[in-house]
Each structure stands twice: as C-alpha cells, then as structure tokens.
C-alpha cells in the first residue's frame, strides 16, 4: 500500500502561492497589461501627474524581451537600492508578436526614451506621448501649429500651451486652481509684472473674461529663431519647438541618398538605432563599418512623438525619432487619480476612474 502525500508546512504553502503570485504577475505585465504612473506635466490636460493607467502590451503586439536575464517585476535597479536589476550577458534580438493594431497616427503611445544610451532599450525609461506622425509622415510646426503631411493636424481636446498674464493685482493660487491652473502650471515674473501660466483654448478663454485680467498672449517662439537644443543637434536650420520642419519621418524600407542634409537629418538615428556595429559620420558623409555610404534603406519604423502640453514637454522635437523596437505599448485606461494639492479622500479624481485614453 502506498503511503499518503506528505502534507505541506504553513511555511512551504506560502512560499509557493507567492513564487505563484510573482510568476503570474511576471506574465501579465510581460503579454497583457502594465501598469504605467504620470510623473510629469507633459500630457496635460489629457493626462494629469497623479494618474494610474494601464498600457496595453496587446494592442501592438507583445514585444519578447531583449534583455531576459532580470529580477522579475523590476525595470532598471533593484528595489529600493542603486543595484542593477539586469545583466546584459544574453541580449536577444528584437521580436515582436502579432498585435491587434500598427500604431496609429494620434494614438497616446507608451515607449522607452530611445537617447538613454546606458541602458538595454528595453529597459530604457517610460516615457508616455502621443504619435503625432507615423512613418512616412512629414512633419511640421509653424508659429505652434502642428502640420502633418501638409494639413493641420487635429487638436487633442485638452492641449495646453503657455501664456503670458498680465494682471491689475495679485493672483493667488485659489484664484488660478478655479480656472483650472494648479501650482506647478503658473509662475510669477521676477519684475512682478505677470505671470506665465499653462493652459487649454478653453481656460485661456475663461481667463480673458475675469476682470482682473489686462491680457494674455501666448508665448510663441519665432520663425528663425534657431534653438541649438531642437532636433537635429548642430542643424542650424532656425527651428524651435514652435517653428520646426519639414522632416520625414523614416519607415522600413525607404531608401534615401545621403546628401550632406540628409546626413545631418537622418545620421543620428542611423548611428543609435539601425544596429549598425560601427557608424562614422564625417564632414557631411556617412560610414558604416568603414565603408562610405551613397544611399541607406531603413531596417525599421519610426515615429515622432508630442506631449500634449507643448511648451512643457521634452519629445521628438528635441530628442528625435522613436523606433519601432522601443514601442512598449498602448496607453488603454485609467484605474485611479490622485491630487497632491489635496488631502484624504479629496485627493481622489473620481470622475477620472476608468476614463478611456484618447
């Protein structure tokens, strides 16, 4: 006769319902759904710092991890610590499964903030925009208007950008929070004069009907007026992030000649992305693995990425092009909002929970 199953211990069945726990964690977050915080003003007012939302890894497809040696259920270090959670001793190449969906043009896209060289790009910071241009586009920006493939792009409903106020007496923060303007989306002039202030079409209205307001005009850099920190570094093409383009934006497959102008548009990216071992660029000219280089097909797609905060957000008209192999995911739903100008049960957004992503 055989003798029965030794019972587990209390210690051994907690051990085991948590290595559980862990795994199925691990393979939700991986295939399905990741839970995603705002940190930053950079979509508002679509998105606010505070929000909880959870990316969809389905909707384009479930990226296979390139960097698989990991702690589980950690991004860069190790809890609590500066410990690298990762080793990059196996790096595996790029694969994506089947999605649902490409990325669409307008779609708020989650993704790996590519000019991070010191990590792995899977591994690389989360950084939420929207897709502003798909590959192929042309993008442009002209006195803050967007322009996408020669028509005015649509406008998110929420799209804030800043402005000068003039006022006939101080302003508190009580008064701003009723136009909608928290504490960190106004700053008072050093002279005393004003103040510069985010916001929508819609609270800027409401503003301009307050008696106290003398005026508002937004704050536009000009045509020419050249910032040395826009995209493509060194151009010198008088962009800014008000004025800029025309660009392309590269797609698998399109073959450019590399005129000295393309190099200066297009080297970068090529050098930091397209997996070449060794990239030189030299007085105009591009070289891959020693070999000078007449025309290039791109390896993958690429896309240009916009806050919707557009004078409060670090995207592709600074940094440039995201590649496709740093998608992570579909920014879906929200599940919770937290106010930090509020206390208790005051800070919960309620009307916020479960708000689709737009």
Same mark, same amino acid.
């Given at each position: #006769? %055989? ?16 290595? *559980?726990?862990? +795994? ?33 890894? #389905?909707?384009?497809? @479930?990226?296979? !991890?390139? @960097?698989?040696?990991?702690? !589980? ?27 649902? %969906? ?10 790996? /903030? ?33 322009? +996408? ?6 406008? !998110?409903?929420?799209?804030? /950008?800043? /402005? ?7 302003? @508190? ?16 002039? %050093? ?52 004025? *800029? ?12 000649? #590399? ?6 548009r297009y080297g970068f990216t090529i050098e930091s992305y397209e997996g070449h071992e060794q990239v030189d660029i030299r007085e105009g000219e591009l070289f891959i693995d020693g070999q000078k280089v007449e025309n290039y097909t791109f390896t993958q797609n690429y896309y240009f990425m916009m806050g919707d905060n557009r004078h409060d957000s670090l995207d592709?008209? *600074? ?24 206390? #208790? *049960? ?13």
């Amino acid at each position: #006769m %055989s003798q029965s199953k030794k019972k587990k211990s209390a210690t051994r069945e907690w051990l085991d319902a948590l290595v *559980f726990a862990v +795994v199925a964690a691990s393979l939700i977050r991986w295939l399905l759904l990741e839970p995603f915080t705002i940190p930053t003003a950079s979509m508002e007012k679509s998105l606010l710092v505070g929000d909880f939302l959870f990316v969809s890894k #389905m909707h384009y497809g @479930t990226r296979i !991890p390139k @960097t698989v040696l990991q702690v !589980p259920l950690t991004h860069q270090k190790i809890w609590g610590t500066e410990i690298p959670s990762y080793s990059e001793a196996i790096q595996l190449p790029y694969y994506r499964l089947p999605g649902f %969906s490409d990325v669409e043009r307008n779609d708020v896209v989650v993704f790996n /903030y590519p000019v991070e060289f010191q990590y792995p790009s899977d591994l690389k910071t989360n950084y939420i925009k929207r897709a502003v241009g798909i590959s192929g586009d042309i993008i442009e920006v002209k006195e803050g208007e967007l322009i +996408v493939n020669g028509e005015a792009s649509p406008k !998110p409903e929420e799209m804030q /950008y800043s /402005y000068d106020l003039i006022s006939n007496r101080p302003l @508190t923060s009580e008064f701003l929070a009723e136009y909608g303007i928290n504490p960190d989306s106004f700053m008072a002039f %050093s002279n005393g004069s004003g103040y510069m202030v985010f916001g929508t079409d819609q609270m800027i209205e409401k503003l301009k009907k307050s008696p106290v307001v003398e005026s508002i005009t937004k704050r536009l850099e000009g045509p020419g007026m050249n910032d040395s920190m826009i995209f493509p570094n060194g151009s010198n093409y008088g962009w800014n992030r008000d004025n *800029f383009g025309p660009l392309q934006v590269p797609a698998l497959g399109w073959e450019i000649e #590399m005129t000295p102008d393309n190099v200066l548009r297009y080297g970068f990216t090529i050098e930091s992305y397209e997996g070449h071992e060794q990239v030189d660029i030299r007085e105009g000219e591009l070289f891959i693995d020693g070999q000078k280089v007449e025309n290039y097909t791109f390896t993958q797609n690429y896309y240009f990425m916009m806050g919707d905060n557009r004078h409060d957000s670090l995207d592709s008209r *600074f940094w440039g092009f995201v590649p496709e192999d740093h998608i992570v995911g579909k920014a879906w739903f929200l599940w919770l909002s937290l106010d930090k100008y509020e206390s #208790m *049960f005051g800070k919960i957004r309620w009307n916020r929970f479960f708000k689709g992503i737009n």
